[in-house]
């Protein structure tokens, strides 16, 4: 099966960045969407952003639209998010995924249609 390992979590300040990088083997990257999830505290884990298997389509939740920026790294088998302006209302665990076979990036994607996970980390954003 596919392995994901994510690593960049941290604190950070309001208006701050962090950039999370999701590693992935078990699997040719270069062949599959892939996209980030992330959970908060009390909250159920929600749709983050998606790419495609060539890196040229992307799509992001309406609440990170501007201030995000996903990209991957094929010969790398690494895919990132890059966060700009963080907000409190950003802190979550944050999960790399991937779904068990092509899927499009034309929307967002329901936590359940994915098979790999990632064991996350952890953004904290404070004001």
Not at 10 to 15: D, M, R, T
Not at 17 to 40: I, K, N, V
Not at 57 to 79: C, E, L, Q
């Given at each position: 099966?596919?392995?994901?390992?994510?690593?960049?979590?941290?604190?950070?300040?309001?208006?701050?960045?962090?950039?999370?990088?999701?590693?992935?083997?078990?699997?040719?990257?270069?062949?599959?969407?892939?996209?980030?999830?992330?959970?908060?505290?009390?909250?159920?884990?929600?749709?983050?952003?998606?790419?495609?298997?060539?890196?040229?389509?992307?799509?992001?939740?309406?609440?990170?639209?501007?201030?995000?920026?996903?990209?991957?790294?094929?010969?790398?088998?690494?895919?990132?998010?890059?966060?700009?302006?963080l907000k409190p209302e950003d802190t979550a665990v944050y999960y790399c995924a991937a779904p068990p076979r092509w899927r499009p990036v034309a929307g967002?994607?329901?936590?359940?249609?994915?098979?790999?996970?990632?064991?996350?980390?952890?953004?904290?954003?404070?004001?």
């Amino acid at each position: 099966q596919v392995q994901l390992v994510e690593s960049g979590g941290g604190l950070v300040q309001a208006g701050g960045s962090l950039r999370l990088s999701c590693a992935a083997s078990g699997r040719t990257f270069s062949s599959y969407a892939m996209g980030w999830f992330r959970q908060a505290p009390g909250k159920e884990r929600e749709f983050v952003a998606a790419i495609s298997w060539s890196g040229d389509i992307t799509y992001y939740v309406d609440s990170v639209k501007g201030r995000f920026t996903i990209s991957r790294d094929n010969a790398k088998n690494t895919m990132y998010l890059q966060m700009n302006s963080l907000k409190p209302e950003d802190t979550a665990v944050y999960y790399c995924a991937a779904p068990p076979r092509w899927r499009p990036v034309a929307g967002t994607w329901a936590s359940d249609a994915m098979n790999y996970w990632g064991r996350g980390a952890l953004v904290t954003v404070s004001s």
